[in-house]
């Protein structure tokens, strides 16, 4: 049996009524929500330490979740792992025409010459068409009103994290001209929310505040995707260096047989700036 097929047995097994785990019977769709956040954060932690082992682990548990939400789907009629499967396997095929001409497997071998930039493109204009397809599908289906206009953002997930989803909506709006061409009155607006935000804390409005900070956070994220920077992963990046100085911090006032509670802020900014002469 191949390693696929002996994990969805087990899977089905650990939901048997009568024999099955009293955890794994108990879950929902919804409730795995909150462990396969986790699991793709333990991915991503894997990732970035440079841990092939612990990757290869954690893959493991996260396409347990994949497995795990398929098998309820199966048991309320919906669908079932090989319907992910050959889902996936049909957009894949439909998105990649440059490698696949005529959306077959089979078709898989001729030569193409388009940058990375310009398969972006393709699978942009690709994924238009089927967010048209989808929509008409709703309708059909009657789970959505037929007169319902569509969106560019229609399909940009509200459960994303808010940084992602900032960026996901600021690219969408990108794809039909919704945007700067140019980085410096991207740097410019950031500049202009900054000052908005000092203005607001100058009136102490707490709803401006929030309003305004929001506002610096969502220039910042723009800003990064006109960089061509991530910004989960610079702010990772930047969560890593504060973590790895605060504990160069700790250490050395520890052999200094202070504790961290009684330095002076002078004294940890001091170490503060030898973390970062160090190389932290």
Known sequence: MAKIESLIELMGKLRDPEFGCPWDLKQSIE???PHTLEEVYEVADAI?????????DELGDLLFQVVFYAQLAKEEGAFDFDDVAAGVTRKLLRR???????????????????SPDQVLLNWDAIKEIERAEKQEKLKQMGMAPATTVASLLDDVPRALPAMERARKLQKRAATVGFDWPE????LEKLKEEVQELEDAIAQANSADIEHELGDVLFATINLGRHVKIEPEV????CNSRFEARFRYIEEKLKESGQEIADASLEELDAFWDLAKQSGL
């Open 96 to 114: 990649h025409p440059h490698v696949f001409p005529d959306g077959s497997l089979a078709s898989f071998g001729k030569p193409q010459e388009l």
């Open 183 to 186: 980085l410096k009155p991207v």
């Open 48 to 56: 970035e330490n440079g841990d092939r082992v612990e990757l290869e």
């Open 31 to 33: 409730s795995l929500l």
């Open 234 to 237: 610079a702010l990772r990046g």
